[in-house]
């Protein structure tokens, strides 16, 4: 259960041929990509990824309930639009805690940059 | 919320502010949605000083950094001003966006990550998972300039245990990055957390941002 990467969840299950593999401090090497590494182009972006919860419009009637997320948006970063200069960034996420899900926010102010 | 309420009807009607005021306020524009009102006269000055800010005369800024402010600034003038739409539903949108080279965007970020001390591996194409431990000498404290930040908010490294001469911590944050390419001839950076607090992650995320350059 150590080693479970994805896990602060107890309740994980580890399924035999699909264990994950194992991530060793020191193969975090810092190597920057080499010219033949990006020769082609990235992958072309998903379009589901953009469906994020914190994008989903306010109701009215405050009813309180959300869509449950698709599973492939949890735990991927989400940036709040704002107007430059920003002096507050909003960042947020939204992950699964056993069979609940739920969406982080954070609002921190923007460092201002010296002359 | 524990305000008295007589002394906020005297407050609203007289055109004090005071906390209670501003509360009612933002719980009436949070109900409403209106475009005028307490954040409405925000939306006005920020549209002032936004449409100020469209034009490329950032000499101090990298170009990549430049760049993708400039997109962000774009998205933000298209949903608050141009299209009319209500300021206060503000968008949320995944990732990071830029049209710079994607080798570009990838160098800038890395090394972006290696001030931070933020460890890297290459685990496939433009994909990247990352590791950051908080609380390491020499690191984050003394990159951004808040000693109250340092002070209380990583807190007791005691914990951090030594194991076979590996060092763990239980606020250990790994997260992966990917470069997507969009349909509008963009690129995406998306992150996503693997390992670690939530909070200690998305406060990791806005001092990247900050050494990006694009806030």
Redesign the interface.
Known sequence: MNNNQYGQVHDEVTVMGFEVPRSPDSSYNNVYPGSEDEARDPPVAPPHLQNTLLSHPASRENSGSLPLPQNVILNHLCIENREAPRSVVALGFTHRFHSKYVTVVLYKPVPRRGS | MGFDRNQLIESLCNGIQNEATVAYYLLLDN???VSSGYLGAEFQE??D??LN?MHPSEP?SPALGHRM?GY??Y???T??GLRGQSPA????????QSRAH??EI??EV?KAL?ELNV????IG??NM???WIPGIPGHLEGM???AVHSSHYFGDESSIIENDG?IKSPNVI?FEL??????EEK??L??????GP??VF??L??TF??QLRV?
């Open positions: 109900r409403f949605r920020t549209v000083s936004g800010h101090l402010t962000m600034d998205q933000g003038l949903q608050l539903e503000r968008k949320w949108a995944l990732g990071l994607p080798r990838m160098t890395l290696q460890c890297w591996k290459k194409h433009y998972k990352c590791r951004v300039n808040n590996i790994k990917q470069l997507y390419k969009t349909p690129y995406l998306d992150l996503q957390r693997v390992q939530q909070f998305l406060d995320c806005a941002l900050t806030l």
